[in-house]
């Protein structure tokens, strides 16, 4: 940390500020906890060159659907038209990197897993908010052709993306649901029959991780579930939405140095991201041709087919006469779209995390109360705001009163 409170993140190990890019890597992908806390409250004190909404749009993502919304504003310049200046979308490859560079004020707009924003506020005591969701559903748990059923995972290893993720939260629902334990556990060490070893890799390594056999499966955001299915070397075993249906996986979130202090911005942020969330609705296929290699932007390195079988897929047939899909009746798509961020998402999702296995310092998810995360850690003024301006819950098939009833069948 530099003498004027800033975050410093070096780029090797000798320039004696005892924290390397590494360092702050391993803190956020393994310890994710309370070690962390002074340098992510630090990142704040990154000196803000704007005022108002002349601050530029500076998202931050990783190359999956989850980011859909953001990439296709800033693609069909829905900033812009908010009046809003917007920089070329930063991609990180794992989350770690990608809260790291929010915390130190280097992206302000990002899309992150639920679960990771409860660790960030309230674990790191970083100020942010969740004011959208990006997406529904839109995640698998993919295995190794041998793998048949859950309890065939028995003895072997399982990588999610992040320990705060909906990934780790349902594949854990889905272990104990069949007789198995997670357990963390050194490389190469010896697992019971009903254990299974659960590893944090990057989604961008899975897909060869699965190849090589160093892992019986994986449960990530799409498209690596497609990539595995296209490829030959995996298959989607469970779907998350069709665990917890409509489940939330990632969100938008920004600092709340911006939502109390630049509200219109923003507010703009917002409206930009609801219109691109009705957009694709509709247009399923242009987004991924969008989002694909091939596209203008090239905002993701996946071919166009892979991105069209989860963007464009609308319906579960295939994976329901096979037996992938249990609930049938729900009639998902395999990603969908809608930003209101229910409070009962958020109330229920405080209280599976309190049962689920992840690593690090979790001393501070005792003292939390669902019904007080789900008011404090979002703030859905500007996305109430937004949804009226596009037509109301109407346009994005929810209740008019905005409220659900959460359902989860594992």
């Not at 469970?238 to 600092?255: E, K, P």
């Not at 109390?260 to 247009?283: D, F, G, M, Y």
């Given at each position: 940390m530099n003498k004027d409170g800033k975050l410093h993140i070096c780029a090797s190990s000798d320039c004696g500020c005892g924290l390397t890019r590494r360092d702050m890597l391993k803190l956020g992908a393994l310890t994710l906890a309370g070690v962390a806390a002074p340098l992510l409250r630090a990142g704040d004190a990154r000196a803000q060159a704007f005022r108002g909404d002349d601050q530029p749009v500076k998202i931050g993502y990783l190359p999956i659907t989850d980011a859909t919304p953001l990439l296709v504003a800033h693609a069909r310049k829905l900033f812009e038209a908010e009046g809003l200046k917007t920089e070329a979308p930063r991609l990180f490859r794992s989350w770690a990197q990608i809260v790291e560079a929010f915390v130190a004020g280097q992206v302000n707009v990002i899309h992150l897993l639920t679960p990771a924003a409860l660790w960030v506020r309230y674990g790191s005591k970083f100020p942010a908010k969740i004011v959208a969701w990006n997406h529904v559903n839109g995640s698998a748990l993919t295995v190794d052709p041998s793998v048949s059923t859950v309890a065939d995972l028995g003895g072997r290893t399982v990588a999610v993306p992040f320990w705060y993720s909906i990934h780790n939260i349902l594949l854990q629902q889905v272990l104990r649901a069949n007789g198995l334990t997670a357990v963390t556990k050194a490389k190469d060490s010896a697992l019971a029959a009903n254990e299974v070893n659960l590893i944090v890799l990057p989604p961008a390594e899975m897909v060869s991780a699965?190849?090589?056999?160093?892992?019986?499966?994986?449960?990530?955001?799409?498209?690596?579930?497609?990539?595995?299915?296209?490829?030959?070397?995996?298959?989607?075993?469970?779907?998350?939405?069709?665990?917890?249906?409509?489940?939330?996986?990632?969100?938008?979130?920004?600092?709340?140095?911006?939502?109390?202090?630049?509200?219109?911005?923003?507010?703009?942020?917002?409206?930009?991201?609801?219109?691109?969330?009705?957009?694709?609705?509709?247009?399923?296929?242009?987004?991924?041709?969008?989002?694909?290699?091939?596209?203008?932007g090239k905002y993701t390195p996946h071919a166009l087919p892979v991105l069209s079988k989860v963007l464009a897929a609308t319906d579960y047939a295939s994976y329901e006469a096979s037996g992938v899909v249990k609930n049938k009746g729900w009639y998902q798509r395999r990603i969908d779209f809608q930003p209101y961020p229910f409070p009962s998402y958020t109330e229920e999702l405080v209280r599976a995390v309190k049962q689920t296995r992840v690593e690090g310092d979790t001393k501070f998810l005792d003292a939390l109360d669902p019904k007080f995360v789900a008011a404090d850690l979002v703030d859905d003024r500007f996305v109430r705001k937004a949804i009226d301006l596009v037509g109301g819950p109407k346009v994005f098939d929810l209740p008019a009163d905005l409220r659900r009833k959460e359902i989860v069948r594992v």
């Open positions: 699965l190849a090589g056999k160093s892992i019986a499966g994986y449960i990530v955001a799409d498209p690596f579930n497609a990539l595995a299915e296209t490829k030959g070397v995996g298959k989607v075993l469970r779907f998350s939405g069709d665990v917890w249906q409509n489940h939330a996986c990632c969100v938008t979130f920004l600092s709340e140095r911006d939502t109390s202090e630049r509200p219109e911005w923003a507010q703009r942020v917002t409206n930009a991201i609801v219109r691109a969330q009705l957009w694709t609705r509709s247009n399923q296929l242009d987004t991924a041709k969008l989002l694909s290699a091939t596209g203008e």
